[in-house]
């Protein structure tokens, strides 16, 4: 097969590592090499696809074949990078010519502060101005960001669609500036930063509108107070996707959020509460609120199941809500056979289930199938780990899910 070398070069400098720049079929002169702990090789789904599209359709016809001609291109220049030091030229300019990165992850260990510290503000942030997802685990970097940011009081980081910034030592004006300066974010994660909701009420503090296109929000194990989660609900009406898992005042906050204001979660379309605990009046108050929910994940919340079976059954002081359920993650709940039965008669849309640790929702799933053939029907995905049933139950479940692509029954013996 004939692949075209240059083209996979020059799209790859996209997709390899810590600034790593090729042009043409000169490979930088990058003064080889950054850390180990600095380098991660990113290959995403859209940066393999963009390569295929710069190969005609002979290339592309062996897959195989173009997976061992990228391995031979991005090899070598892993192990350059991997006996480097850090140097401002892996920031920099070559011939003249600024490198735009597109996508970055920085898995850099904060004892490589030294590495990081030497780097140019100069030129980082020219390297960065187009950059549309940044990951990091690194305050280190975080803070070299926020400072070559504030140095030069821009520019915006316009293009910056997705931000993940995982360091628990990143310090909530790190990561306020750093906000700040992407106005146009949509998916922002800060997990298992203590900060994370200090930083992003700060934010909005100091521009109402900072996180106005924001959709998806991640804080799970970020330990935000329950005014903290009542803040970014009331001034983020937009999201469709939250994560406050781990939370334990997240559900009383939603509740209260709720009660404020009843379209405050009027958008939500994933939510994650797994270790959460809200009490079964809270589920169904949630449940009320979300009317437009698809995804729900209530992982080792024993009683938010029946908090979600009140809501959709209703009661006297509240008709049954409205729920379009898609995906329901209940693994490690005591849910029961019969709230089992009452959930897919009231769920008939399910498409994804995980009763992981959930031996009690599949007793009796014969005789459900049998009074209800269709409960199952839309199944694309079933996980029933740690769940030990009979050959006759699964047996049950199969013929049930006529259109199980995913069936995931690892130490059901």
Avoid: W
């Amino acid at each position: 097969m004939k692949v075209n070398f240059m083209k996979l070069l020059k799209i790859l400098s996209i997709s390899i590592g810590l600034f790593t720049v090729v042009t043409g079929s000169n490979l930088l002169a990058m003064r080889p090499n950054i850390q180990a702990t600095l380098i991660s090789v990113v290959l995403t789904e859209p940066a393999l696809e963009r390569i295929l599209s710069y190969l005609n359709a002979e290339e592309r016809n062996n897959v195989r074949e173009l997976s061992l001609c990228i391995r031979q291109i991005t090899d070598p220049l892993i192990r350059n990078l991997r006996v480097s030091t850090f140097n401002n030229a892996s920031f920099g300019r070559i011939q003249g010519a600024t490198l735009f990165l597109k996508m970055l992850v920085v898995r850099c260990d904060d004892n490589d502060a030294p590495f990081v510290q030497d780097a140019d503000q100069e030129l980082l942030l020219p390297a960065l101005s187009k950059l549309e997802t940044l990951s990091t685990g690194s305050s280190v970097f975080s803070q070299l960001l926020a400072n070559s940011l504030l140095a030069r009081k821009g520019p915006l980081l316009t293009e910056m669609k997705d931000l993940c910034i995982s360091s628990r030592e990143a310090a909530p004006k790190t990561l306020a500036i750093i906000i700040l300066f992407c106005p146009n974010l949509e998916n922002l994660s800060l997990r298992s930063n203590p900060n994370a909701s200090k930083s992003i009420a700060a934010v909005l503090k100091t521009k109402p509108t900072a996180l106005m296109h924001l959709r998806k929000l991640n804080l799970l194990l970020s330990d935000s107070s329950k005014l903290q989660i009542i803040k970014i609900i009331q001034c983020l009406p937009q999201l469709e996707d939250l994560n406050v898992g781990f939370h334990q005042k997240a559900p009383a906050a939603i509740v209260q959020a709720l009660r404020a204001n009843q379209g405050a979660l009027a958008n939500i379309k994933v939510l994650d509460l797994s270790c959460s605990f809200p009490t079964r009046k809270q589920m169904a108050i949630i449940m009320r609120g979300c009317s437009h929910l698809e995804d729900l994940d209530i992982s080792t919340c024993n009683v938010a199941p029946s908090g979600i079976i009140d809501a959709l059954s209703g009661n006297a002081e509240n008709p049954p809500a409205v729920l379009a359920l898609l995906r329901l993650d209940l693994s490690e709940t005591a849910i029961t056979a019969e709230e089992m039965a009452q959930l897919l008669e009231l769920c008939p849309n399910f498409e994804y289930l995980n009763l992981a640790e959930c031996p009690g929702a599949l007793v009796g799933i014969e005789e459900q199938l049998r009074v209800n053939p269709d409960a199952l029907a839309r199944i694309k995905e079933l996980e029933i780990v740690f769940t030990y049933p009979s050959a006759t139950v699964i047996y049950a479940i199969l013929v049930g899910c006529p259109l199980l692509e995913r069936f995931n029954t690892l130490y059901c013996n």
